[in-house]
């Protein structure tokens, strides 16, 4: 009989999958983690009954994807403000607070779903598979399409496999997966198929994206984003589109003075990114907003200011940076 440690060890190398799997349905990082740990739960639970007719790796995918599946049937999708309503128009106007009860769209750490070396055979995240272009359009699908079009086209299962974890049939699980996807297409929200630049030049542009938003300077701000660029801060409901407007915006009400912003390199949904403090009356930063960029060879193409500081625990980040022990002197 199989103990506790000895299943621990058998699962654990599924965890960073099953969790990139679980938040592709979900949209949430918390709301997957918990599913992560009731699959687990779960599969403990009837590990007895297990009869290895099928892999454990897939055993485990298919009490996940049901897990995923309940805790979807009385909950919204999780939007972007991009998602809800046309883009604003004046920068210098009031910005629409969302409702309390939006449950929005969350990034995720990309240390969080990186696959172990030790696993040649895991699935976790091909770049195109956790960009928050995908889990957003994700969301605009019912349950069981989602299942269907993240088992069948991210994971690459056969539609025989599909349709035994789904208990229907092939021709269902095809039928399931041509919705699926002529609805994302009609959305216009389709796997990003924005062009990155050589490594090279990607890093220098977010260097000075960070040195931007720490200099306080809307002006070189506005030349490192494209001309059709869009800028959107959940959980407010405004967003803005268009180099100029972003720029305004950023330049009248964000970007105080020089100092203000702190820029902390992160990694998210297989984007660059950064944790933004904010300068507060104790002299110190404080966590702010976790932006995720998407970065086009013409420029920055977008940019999603999560202004949620609690996100910073899924990151392993401070709540607040540590006072400076030396002079002052230039961050950069």
């Not at 203000?260 to 933004?276: K, L, R, S, Y």
């Amino acid at each position: 009989m199989t103990d506790a440690a000895e299943f621990a060890q058998l699962t654990d190398p599924f965890r960073a999958e099953l969790l990139a799997h679980c938040y592709r349905m979900l949209g949430s990082v918390h709301d997957a983690e918990d599913q992560v740990q009731e699959t687990l739960i779960r599969a403990w639970r009837s590990y007895g009954d297990f009869e290895g007719r099928a892999s454990l790796r897939t055993w485990l995918y298919k009490i996940a994807t049901n897990a995923c599946l309940r805790a979807l049937e009385n909950r919204d999708r999780r939007p972007l403000p991009s998602g809800l309503g046309a883009p604003g128009t004046n920068p210098d106007g009031p910005l629409a607070a969302g409702h309390g009860e939006v449950p929005w769209l969350e990034p995720i750490s990309d240390a969080l779903v990186r696959a172990s070396p030790a696993d040649p055979a895991s699935v976790v995240a091909s770049r195109a598979s956790l960009r928050l272009a995908l889990i957003a359009a994700l969301q605009y699908l019912p349950a069981r399409q989602r299942a269907v079009l993240i088992l069948r086209d991210v994971l690459q299962w056969r539609a025989a496999e599909v349709a035994d974890l789904l208990g229907t049939t092939t021709t269902a699980v095809n039928g399931l997966l041509l919705r699926a996807r002529a609805r994302i297409a009609q959305a216009g929200l389709a796997q990003d198929e924005i062009r990155e630049p050589a490594e090279t030049s990607r890093r220098a542009l977010l260097d000075q994206y960070a040195a931007a938003f720490e200099n306080a300077d809307a002006a070189a701000l506005s030349r490192l984003l494209r001309e059709d660029a869009t800028f959107e801060m959940p959980p407010i409901l405004t967003w803005f589109a268009g180099r100029d407007r972003i720029a305004q915006f950023l330049g009248n009400r964000v970007l105080g003075q020089p100092g203000d912003f702190t820029m902390v390199p992160i990694a998210a949904n297989a984007q660059p990114g950064f944790a933004c403090y904010l300068l507060g009356r104790d002299g110190r930063h404080h966590a702010h907003a976790v932006q995720v960029l998407t970065v086009a060879d013409a420029g920055i193409a977008h940019v999603v200011s999560f202004n949620q500081p609690g996100l910073f625990q899924v990151f392993g980040l401070p709540m607040v940076l540590p006072a400076p022990t030396g002079p002052a002197e230039s961050r950069r």
